[in-house]
Nanobody, 127 residues
């Protein structure tokens, strides 16, 4: 069965950095676009970043452009998100998600295109 397991979250001071990982199993990782989606308490989901199966097509939410970097290692079936220059407003649960259809480009803000979600990893930015 498909599993997405996030790790790397934690408590960090403003301006700090974290690296999130998502270990995928149960499907052919290299065939599918992947996403990082976050949700802060009392707020809706925000599509932070998406990456195409081959890693070429990438998008970022305007709120994280220039600070976050998404990448993937298809040989290791792992998705990453490097978070730099963190702000208090980045505090949220960060979820890894799998695009439903193989070989399609990622699509921001489309929950209907996602078929699996991880359990999430908490990122808290606070002094």
């Amino acid at each position: 069965q498909v599993q997405l397991v996030e790790s790397g979250g934690g408590l960090v001071q403003p301006g700090g950095s974290l690296r999130l990982s998502c270990a995928a199993s149960g499907f052919t990782f290299r065939r599918y676009a992947m996403y990082w989606v976050r949700q802060a308490p009392g707020k809706g989901r925000e599509w932070v970043s998406g990456i195409s199966p081959g890693g070429i097509g990438i998008y970022y939410a305007d709120s994280v452009k220039g600070r976050f970097t998404v990448s993937r290692d298809n040989a290791k079936s792992t998705l990453y998100l490097q978070l730099n220059s963190l702000k208090t407003e980045d505090t949220a649960m960060y979820y890894c998600a799998k695009h439903r259809t193989a070989y399609e480009a990622p699509m921001a803000g489309r929950p209907d295109t996602i078929d699996y979600w991880g359990q999430g990893t908490q990122v808290t930015v606070s002094s």
